[in-house]
Nanobody, 121 residues
């Protein structure tokens, strides 16, 4: 069974930094894209950043230039370095991986449980 586990969330003052990590474990054949989403109270979940297996990245306009997504393919991990944090970045952050497991000829999206990021003003 595949598991995605996030870590690194917490409380930080505006202007500060945090680094989120997400580890994918289990019987995994391959991972395509890995991404970070976030969901603030009363709002829809939104894409923050995505990275392909080849390292191509894309970001939401609201975080471009402040956040950096990276991954370690050998360890099945994805990271999100968040700098210059703002109160509006406060949300639960979720890791997502599009991957294939043994016995399947297609990929599926798997999600972590989320980690809370709170930015105080």
């Amino acid at each position: 069974q595949v598991q995605l586990v996030e870590s690194g969330g917490g409380l930080v003052q505006a202007g500060g930094s945090l680094r989120l990590s997400c580890a994918a474990s289990g019987r995994i054949l391959s991972i395509n894209t890995m991404a970070w989403y976030r969901q603030a109270p009363g709002k829809q979940r939104e894409l923050v950043a995505v990275i392909t297996s080849g390292g191509t990245t894309n970001y939401a306009d609201s975080v471009r230039g402040r956040f950096t997504i990276s991954r370690d393919n050998a360890k099945n991990m994805v990271y999100l370095q968040m700098n210059s944090l703002k109160p509006e970045d406060t949300a639960a952050y979720y890791c997502q991986a599009n991957l294939r497991v043994p016995g399947q000829f297609y990929t599926l999206d798997y999600w972590g449980q989320g980690t809370q990021v709170t930015v105080s003003s």
